[in-house]
């Protein structure tokens, strides 16, 4: 899917500052900063169905300004808190995910209900952590793009959607996917060979391919898939390469979440210490384009407007195992933690406090704005599709359009922060 790139850079702060600002947007990709990688996100996206990139990064995310005196602040606390949440954050998911493949460890040596109830369980848990590091994304960092310049693990992560006929049978097809094809190898590699290679739906890998293989199809409108424990029972039909696939597909997982932990650990020639390297604008501009483009882009379009336009269950984000709502009020919760600077019991520098130093009344209402996308989300259902399926003047339909609503005036508060402090905020639009 192509992406197209809007440009926010908060016209009504730049009015109130007084200042006379140059920007000039540009495709030219080829800024390289230190060991950062500067390439075109692979076009995509959408919510997730391959690779979730952020369109073409501008050459700089400094605004320039004919006033001498503009932007003079210290932001150095703030960069090197965010670089510090960013690690803590990968390190949490990373535990929750070794604690998701201990269970599917203990499930597959004794693949009875109770060890299937206890993975399903993990897999939530595990989401929890890694939904507040979305905030992390869409300014091309470690997760979009490797040191390489080539994809990041991101598409191999949290890939969707997902047409589950490509992975294990489905209703009205026993025999179809790869678990079902035994030409096929079940190996790591061969998994990703045939990662979305034809249809951006093709996911073979991730979170929401391990979902699947748990829970298995949903067609129940109170409750989540319930694919029976004997599916992985072994030396049955195929069951003994299902059993393979979930067992490689979370392997991979684990390992995509150390890489990424790796890449921001403290001490380490990594892209962590380049970042804090960088001029301050520079980083800050990437932390206010990861913020504002989950919030006006990720999750108000692809993951929220693109289910109640259609009313498809299989818009919804995690509709294997109906936790949708999870997914919402944990990537707020991410924003939440990037914007107040704590999280994991940790007080970190915040932006509001930097905000607020050259702008209190701006830095205030941003904050009312989380609030008040926090408590739409609060007040979704449990599970989500039935918003979906809800009539268009029911009372939980306004709630979510409200909220969709909320996150676009939230996006563009981070953008009218971003030109408070001098910085560029690029969202994608599709």
Not at 43 to 53: P, Q, T, W
Not at 167 to 190: E, M, Q, R, S
Not at 275 to 304: C, T
């Amino acid at each position: 899917m192509s992406m197209k790139t809007k440009l926010w850079v908060g016209l009504g702060a730049v009015a109130l500052m007084g200042a006379d600002l140059n920007v000039t947007p540009t495709n030219d990709l080829s800024l390289g900063l230190g060991s950062l990688a500067y390439a075109a996100s692979p076009a995509g996206e959408g919510g997730e169905g391959g690779s979730e990139g952020g369109g073409a990064m501008p050459t700089s995310f400094k605004l320039n300004s004919t006033d001498a005196n503009a932007f003079q602040y210290d932001g150095k606390p703030q960069v090197a808190g965010y670089a510090e949440l960013v690690y803590d954050s990968y390190k949490a998911s990373h535990e929750g995910a070794v604690k998701l493949q201990k269970a599917v460890t203990a499930f597959l040596g004794n693949p009875s209900a109770a060890n299937l109830a206890a993975a399903r369980n993990a897999w939530v848990n595990a989401r929890i952590p890694y939904l507040q590091t979305e905030a992390f994304r869409f300014y091309d960092g470690p997760i979009d793009i490797d040191a390489k310049g080539e994809e990041g693990p991101e598409g191999h992560i949290n890939a969707w959607p997902l047409n589950e006929a490509f992975i294990d049978y489905v209703k009205g097809n026993a025999k179809a996917g790869l678990v079902n094809n035994p030409k096929i190898k079940i190996t790591a590699d061969v998994i990703l060979e045939n990662d979305q290679v034809d249809d951006e739906a093709d996911v073979t890998t991730g979170w929401h391919a391990i979902e699947f293989l748990l829970w298995g199809q949903d067609f129940s409108a109170t409750g989540p898939g319930n694919r029976p424990a004997s599916d992985y029972a072994a030396g049955k039909g195929n069951n003994d390469r299902r059993r393979l696939y979930l067992k490689t597909v979370t392997d991979q997982l684990v390992g995509n979440l150390a890489g990424l932990v790796d890449a921001w650990a403290p001490g380490k020639d990594n892209y962590a210490k380049t970042f804090q390297a960088l001029d301050q604008r520079e980083a800050l501009g990437r932390v206010f384009a990861g913020l504002a483009s989950l919030a006006g882009h990720e999750l108000m379009s692809e993951r929220l407007q693109v289910a109640l336009d259609s009313g498809d269950q299989e818009d919804e984000h995690s509709c294997f195992s109906d936790t949708t709502r999870n997914d919402f009020i944990y990537d707020i919760r991410g924003m939440r933690n990037v914007w107040f600077g704590d999280s994991q019991g940790k007080d970190r520098p915040g932006l509001d406090a930097l905000l607020a130093s050259q702008d209190a009344a701006l830095a205030l209402k941003i904050s009312g704005l989380l609030n008040k996308v926090e408590a739409h989300a609060d007040a979704l259902p449990q599970p989500f599709d039935s918003v979906l399926a809800s009539a268009k003047d029911s009372a939980e339909r306004k709630n979510a359009e409200a909220l969709a609503t909320s996150l676009k005036e939230l996006a563009d508060g981070f953008a009218d922060a971003g030109a408070k402090l001098g910085v560029l905020v690029v969202i994608p639009t599709e």
